[in-house]
T-cell receptor
Framework: QKEVEQDPGPLSVPEGAIVSLNCTYS??????FMWYRQYSRKGPELLMY????GNKEDGRFTAQVDKSSKYISLFIRDSQPSDSATYLC?????????????FGKGNQVVVIP | DTGVSQDPRHKITKRGQNVTFRCDPI?????LYWYRQTLGQGPEFLTY????????KSRLLSDRFSAERPKGSFSTLEIQRTEQGDSAMYLC????????????FGEGSRLTVL
């Protein structure tokens, strides 16, 4: 079983819709949870960062972490064509020292104008 | 541009040849990481440097792979006797290790082994 599971199926939504993405994980030591956005042929860029369980909101983006279920989610409200990208969940058990990240496979999201 | 810089962006080589990739991290970042990403997969950790010391290597880093960061600034990743299975995007990231410890990724070096 991989440490992080993310159903890699592509997702196409109309502009303005809510996008819902999620990951599950098996390593209970993970404390730091991130969502990265990766545009085609570019490196990943940090979108959201959450420590332990809880919710975090940043503009149109909301990240949720449920450590009891080992489940994290990302919601994108009022989706825009510029949100079209691959979204990768990532997590770590160490903030300092080696912040080795375990990534999911990513979800390709296409927002149709 | 003060981001993470990688070179070359794309390398095509024949099986059995050696290739080397270079990464220039953000100047004040003392932590440097190499990841590998294959098509349809998320990045996988390869190795980690703190300053010039290589402190952790993944078991994915076979004996044909070697990474260095000689002066604690830029880093190189060399792959010897390349195999078709080495075809991937090699991503470099750097971090200052404070605050969120965010990793800043470069745009990657894409390797195609024929």
């Amino acid at each position: 079983q991989k440490e992080v599971e993310q159903d890699p199926g592509p997702l196409s939504v109309p502009e303005g819709a809510i996008v819902s993405l999620n990951c599950t994980y098996s390593n209970s030591a993970f404390q730091y949870f991130m969502w990265y956005r990766q545009y085609s042929r570019k490196g990943p860029e940090l979108l959201m960062y959450t420590y332990s369980s809880g919710n975090k909101e940043d503009g149109r983006f909301t990240a949720q972490v449920d450590k009891s279920s080992k489940y994290i989610s990302l919601f994108i409200r009022d989706s825009q064509p510029s949100d079209s990208a691959t979204y990768l969940c990532a997590m770590s058990d160490r903030l300092y020292g080696n912040n080795r990240l375990a990534f999911g496979k990513g979800n390709q999201v296409v927002v149709i104008p | 541009d003060t981001g993470v810089s990688q070179d070359p962006r794309h390398k095509i080589t024949k099986r059995g040849q050696n290739v080397t990739f270079r990464c220039d991290p953000i100047s004040e970042h003392n932590r440097l990481y190499w990841y590998r990403q294959t098509l349809g997969q998320g990045p996988e950790f390869l190795t980690y440097f703190q300053n010039e010391a290589q402190l952790e290597k993944s078991r994915l880093l076979s004996d044909r792979f070697s990474a260095e960061r000689p002066k604690g600034s830029f880093s190189t990743l060399e792959i010897q006797r390349t195999e078709q299975g080495d075809s991937a995007m090699y991503l470099c990231a750097s971090s200052d290790g404070v605050g969120t410890g965010e990793l800043f990724f470069g745009e990657g070096s894409r390797l195609t082994v024929l």
